[in-house]
């Protein structure tokens, strides 16, 4: 059974940080694509980052450019999102996605269609 688990969201106040995790079971994370997805009420779903664990390449939307850090722990079959400077806009519940890798390069890669979807974990910034 293929799973994709998020955890570490919650309440934070603008300009904190949180650290995102996605726990992936029945697959491993080799030749694949992470990807990090929010929606906020009302929002359309939108990807903010990405990973390619193929190349270790990331990619992140211009609005978590410099603010937002994906990383991987291979043993652990985990991706995380470290968000820092945290927004009131940042509000939305994250999802975890997956995908084999294709041929697409850049940017695109994080929005192909993905196979695999987690639940979700909400993260509210707010004072």
């Known amino acids: 059974q293929v799973q994709l688990v998020e955890s570490g969201g919650g309440l934070v106040q603008p300009g904190g940080s949180l650290r995102l995790s996605c726990a992936a079971s029945?697959?491993?994370?080799?030749?694949?694509?992470i990807a990090w997805f929010r929606q906020a009420p009302g929002k359309e779903r939108e990807v903010v980052s990405c990973i390619s664990t193929r190349d270790g390449r990331t990619y992140y939307r211009d609005s978590a450019k410099g603010r937002f850090t994906m990383s991987r722990d291979t043993a652990k079959n985990t991706v995380y999102l470290q968000m820092n400077s945290l927004k009131p806009e940042d509000t939305a519940v994250y999802y975890c996605?997956?995908?084999?890798?294709?041929?697409?390069?850049?940017?695109?890669?994080?929005?192909?269609?993905?196979?695999?979807w987690g639940k979700g974990t909400l993260v509210t910034v707010s004072s």
């Open positions: 029945g697959f491993t994370l080799d030749y694949y694509v």
């Open positions: 996605a997956a995908s084999p890798t294709g041929p697409i390069l850049g940017w695109g890669i994080c929005e192909t269609e993905m196979d695999y």
